[in-house]
């Protein structure tokens, strides 16, 4: 049996009276014979269910406000607004593409790059667990967790064009890319039988989104930044974030929410949920404090945009490996991630003269490809037995080959979305155009494109 990619594996297991029930009933049995699946199904745990409705909500919390925040305070004064809708029109666009078929494509069987249609419509997605995913949640609030994950992905690609994309085309663009990119690579890598999960050819660790969420959003960051071209003005002319304090509360609240996106992914309330909690704040802490040094070296000051950048750098590259690394491990991946991502953003960037104006792909882009490959070397059984008792994970254990594993999943990851993006920018541009006119960009896009300003003065 083609097992998914999140925890430990006997959470895997299809009971036989739960497969012959869904053989024979069209949609969710506990509407079709409530007899019958009380019998069938998998008893569905209180406590794992509670946890997992807070970890959906925490997820959620990180789009809005931690990252409505986070970006809208590094944006000028005249597109804050603008950047708080962006995120928040991720929020209500991605959850109803979910619904009707985005679920579907990336958990639904089908075959290795791309899920069926049966739950379009959520169609038998009900209070009865899936077993082949979470054997003690509803498969509700399974969907629910993951739509959350779907929402966040398109909103942290906008920091990339910050303060010059048209609302019209950014709809078009979120809408597309949610299908076209997010759901297939979610299969690739977590749904059963997808080429990338632990049941597949060529597995790829991925506990709670390095590849599915960092990279494939980085990377298209990077696509955006390079398609739509520099803002008007840049480099040459400042542009300082207009609120430092908005951001500072966003990645404070990001960091919160971190706790549901990587504990929760152990999709119950045991043991693996509270290692991936302690992994993700260590390195998160590690990351910040490498961050804030390096700078302090560096420029004399330690800002607090550079702690608050470290900070989510480590949470994005420990990611992928939280819920298969000790917490000194974490540390590790966590103080390496502050340092590459400071060096991407604060030398790279300038040098190679892109306009990625938030560091989507400096801080998801280079911090998720990070954490992906070192998940490769610092993956154990001892916090997680995803292969089984005594099976290798890592290069720790003795499996190096598992490096080259994720390596091609980072190269899928990279490539899938390089290229998917690319052409979506070209089809969004040609029917609707991508970048606002001069002058708005030059007057501002909240007025512009909202008729609202984000703040007031007398």
Known sequence: MKVANRGYTSRFRWPRLATLSAMLAPSDTSTFCPIFAMMAAPAINAGDNAWMLVSTALVLLMTGPGLALFYGGLVRRKN??????????????VTVLWVLIGYSLGFAPGNALIGGLHYVGLRGVGALPNPAYAPTIPQTTFMAFEMMFAIITPALITGAFA???????????????????????????WGVGGWLSLGGSMPTLDFAGGTVVHITSGVSALVCALYLGRRIGYPREPMPPHNLVLSLTGACLLWVGWFGFNAGSALNAGGLASAALVATQVAAAAAALIWA???????????????????????????????????????????????VCFFMVTVIKSRLGYDDALDAFGVHGIGGTLGALLTGVFATRWINPALGPGAPLGGVDGHWAQILHQLLGVV??????????????????????????????????DVNLHGEEGYHFE
């Open 412 to 445: 899928v990851a990279w490539v899938w979305a390089a290229v998917a993006t690319l052409g979506l920018l070209w089809l969004v541009d040609r029917l609707i155009g991508l970048r606002v006119s001069r002058e708005y960009e030059i007057e501002g896009l």
């Open 80 to 93: 804050v607004l603008s950047m708080l809708m962006q995120s928040f029109t991720a929020m209500a666009l």
């Open 163 to 189: 303060e010059r994309m048209k609302y019209s085309a950014l709809l078009l663009f979120i809408g597309l890319w949610s299908l076209v990119v997010y759901s297939p690579m979610a299969h690739m890598v």
């Open 293 to 339: 040094a390096l700078e302090w070296w560096r420029s004399g000051t330690p800002s607090a945009l550079g702690a608050i950048s470290g900070a989510v750098a480590g949470l994005v590259a420990i990611t992928p490996a939280a819920g298969y690394v000790t917490p000194l491990s974490a540390l590790v991946i966590g103080a390496l991630a502050g340092a």
